[in-house]
């Protein structure tokens, strides 16, 4: 590494995927600059001001907005990010936007009209969610109310989601780009209880539920009610069927196969992190 080596920015890059991005470019001995509200300078999305400091000698950047580029305002913000990284020199934006979602389409949109070279890393559910994020209460609980009904989704990991970002990151030929990553089989929520549960040797139960009953088992539990209806609405707008599907993008860009979901429980299981409360 140089001084001249480019520098770049991972937002969220505390997160489920940002902090997996940061640890992939420092294994390559790349600059990194970890946007947060922690760091030094601070990042926060919902204060402008801190994001011509973040930027400066800046890249490329790993656009992760928070706390999802589905939820409402996402775009809006987005847009201003981007537009004011072009105007900081940045020259690639990597977005990771969720599949399907509206709001992450005008993200996308947002993204390919800055004028900087960009790609996107569109994810569905992040297998992660059920042990670094609201899912891990419940699991620890016993019971998993969703409001999802049935409905199958290829659970996708977020070390593949970070790897093909670092790989877009740091690689020729991802520019102009769209990779959706997915898990390597498509799982429905009662399987992936059910595959918890056998290797845990837990009584574990899904629950479907209305997003009313959703939303409330949330704020019951502490969650703002602003969050925890922009979830509901966002978890019932995309959980109808249109991501069940497969895609060949971790094999594509990485040369491997996708992590499967049972190799990823054996090995949280195996930390202690689900068990009963």
Same mark, same amino acid.
């Given at each position: ?23 992939? $470019?420092?294994a ?24 011509a ?7 490329? +950047?790993? +656009?992760?907005?928070?706390?999802? /580029? ?9 847009g ?11 020259? *690639?934006?990597? $977005? ?5 979602? @509206?709001?992450?389409?005008?993200c996308?949109?947002a993204?390919r009209?800055?004028? /900087? ?12 969610n ?5 899912? +891990? !209460?419940? %699991?620890?609980?016993?019971?998993? /109310?969703?409001? +999802?009904?049935?409905?199958? !989704? ?5 070390e593949d ?16 780009? %769209? *990779? ?11 399987d @992936?209880?059910?595959? %918890? ?6 009584? $574990? ?6 997003p ?15 969050? @925890? ?10 959980f109808?069927?249109?991501?069940a ?5 971790v094999?594509?860009v $990485? ?19 689900w068990?009963?409360?």
């Open positions: 590494m140089t001084s001249t080596t480019p520098t770049t920015l991972v937002l969220a890059g505390t997160g489920k995927t940002g902090r997996r991005v940061v640890s992939g $470019l420092r390559r001995d790349l600059p990194v600059r970890v946007g947060s509200r922690s760091a030094e300078p601070p990042f926060d999305w919902r204060d402008d001001t801190t994001w400091p973040a930027l400066r000698g800046v890249d490329s +950047v790993y +656009v992760a907005f928070y706390p999802d /580029a589905a939820f409402p305002g996402a775009a809006k913000a987005v201003s990010f981007a537009e004011l990284a072009v105007a900081c020199g940045v020259r *690639h934006l990597v $977005l990771l936007a969720d599949r399907g979602a @509206a709001e992450a389409e005008r996308e949109q993204v009209d800055s004028g /900087a070279e960009w790609t996107i890393v569109r994810v569905g559910f992040i297998t992660q059920f042990s670094e994020a609201f899912l +891990v !209460e419940p %699991i620890r609980a016993g019971v998993i /109310a969703l409001p +999802v009904g049935d409905v199958a !989704e290829p659970f996708t990991d977020a989601i970070a790897d093909v970002a670092v790989a877009a990151l740091t690689e020729d030929g991802h520019a102009g780009r %769209i *990779h959706e990553v997915t898990g390597p089989r498509l799982l429905t929520f009662a @992936a209880v059910g595959e %918890i549960a056998r290797v845990t040797r837990r009584e $574990l139960r899904y629950l479907p539920v209305t009313e009953q959703f939303v409330s088992s949330l704020t019951r539990g502490g969650v703002p009610a602003e969050y @925890a209806t922009q979830l509901t609405d966002l978890m019932v707008e995309v109808d069927g249109r991501r599907n497969l895609t060949d993008t094999e594509r $990485l040369g491997r196969p996708p992590r499967d979901f049972t190799e990823y429980v054996r090995k949280t299981a195996a930390t202690g992190i068990s009963a409360s």
